[in-house]
């Protein structure tokens, strides 16, 4: 015995308009902000040349940034390949320039380090805690980003630049050997070996535009992950309440285009870890699904399915004779409708069976025509 819940689609037209404001300057006085041009000398130009510099973050691990930090925007400040290895460099450049986020290249992960309020100049006080987090990208797993939230004090000796948790929790890189160590709690935390010790590539130094200046806004965005990791963790364990079904299926029902088919790649996209695409989508006067689908999905942690399996129908039109006829849905509800079921349009005919029973065996099939 199943069940079949009807989830319906709202075709709505949306249009947002993304503002960008350089984040405030906190901390310093407005004579001290500064703007700055990135750009790679050339020994063939002259002092008034300047070369594009592209940035190491790939536009996923932006895109799965900005879904973590809200409509941002990141501007490059520093890219250690080009200005140089030096933190005293990095952070005279660097300081006064707002929310900040510091990317490390490393040969399988990506590791980062969020500060929201600005890098203070070199002459003050570095010691100062500041709101920050940190974030780690699995090499050929950009969907799966894992952050940890904590305040955090910057150290600068040398050659060193030391960002400090508490006393026994911190990260450390080197400039001179381009170390970078990460403590076996923390490591744990974003999804790496303990004890982590690496070589990092490059680094490279962005400020963060459109952060909203507002209180607890950093503590919402430290909420959201633990959320989503509780909420996932859910569906993983829902089961019908005692066992009175054995299957549910969730059926999505709306117009054509309103996303039904991109709703189901969403949440398989979620539960795989990367980004998928089984339903075929597109945009159409005429419904893209041609069949009624009946969809499993894994998860990616223990590659069982989910208790719960995603119908996807075709679109509903006002048109005679286009899209899903409205007199199958209560055959779609009842579950009598197979996997792959087309209607023939042109001659406005079932192609399939409908079962109108399902037990342990089939006891009944029906052929329909219209």
């Not at 199943?2 to 310093?28: D, H, M, W, Y």
């Not at 050997?177 to 070996?193: A, D, Y």
């Not at 949440?267 to 041609?290: C, M, N, P, W, Y």
């Amino acid at each position: 015995m199943f069940v079949t819940l009807s989830f319906t689609f709202l075709s709505l037209k949306q249009a947002a308009l993304i503002s960008a404001e350089p984040s405030p300057n906190r901390g310093c006085s407005i004579n001290q902000s500064r703007e700055y041009s990135i750009y790679a000398p050339s020994n063939s130009e002259n002092r008034y040349g300047t070369m594009e510099v592209t940035p190491r973050l790939t536009w996923n691990e932006e895109k799965s940034l900005q879904k973590l930090l809200g409509n941002v925007s990141l501007r490059l400040l520093y890219k250690s390949s080009i200005h140089g290895n030096s933190f005293g460099t990095m952070l005279n450049k660097c300081s006064c320039q707002g929310s900040t986020i510091l990317m490390v290249y490393l040969p399988n992960n990506v590791f980062g380090i969020f500060v929201l309020e600005s890098y203070p100049e070199m002459s003050e006080h570095l010691k100062k805690p500041t709101t920050s987090f940190l974030l780690s990208f699995q090499k050929n797993k950009i969907m799966e980003m894992t952050a940890a939230f904590f305040n955090s004090t910057v150290d600068l000796i040398d050659n060193i630049l030391r960002f400090n948790f508490s006393q026994v929790q911190y990260v450390l890189l080197r400039s001179n050997t381009q170390n970078i160590f990460i403590p076996r709690l923390l490591g744990e935390k974003l999804g790496l070996t303990y004890d982590f010790k690496s070589q990092y590539t490059e680094y490279e130094v962005f400020r963060v535009e459109g952060m909203k200046d507002e209180p607890g806004y950093i503590n919402r965005i430290a909420g959201a992950t633990p959320h989503r990791d509780s909420l996932l963790a859910e569906l993983r364990a829902y089961r019908p309440y005692a066992d009175l079904v054995s299957e549910i299926r969730i059926l999505l029902l709306g117009p054509v285009g309103s996303g039904k088919s991109s709703f189901f790649n969403s949440v398989k996209s979620i539960f795989r870890g990367h980004l998928t695409r089984q339903a075929i989508v597109g945009s159409d006067i005429s419904s893209i699904t041609e069949k009624y689908r009946i969809y499993s999905v894994k998860d990616e942690k223990d590659g069982k399915s989910l208790p719960f399996m995603l119908c996807d129908s075709m679109g509903l039109n006002e048109k005679d004779g286009v899209g899903l006829c409205v007199d199958d849905i209560p055959h779609i509800l009842k579950g009598c409708m197979p996997d792959r079921y087309q209607r023939n349009v042109k001659n406005h005919e079932h192609t399939g069976t409908f079962i109108s029973h399902r037990r342990e065996s089939i006891t009944s099939v029906q052929h329909l025509n219209t």
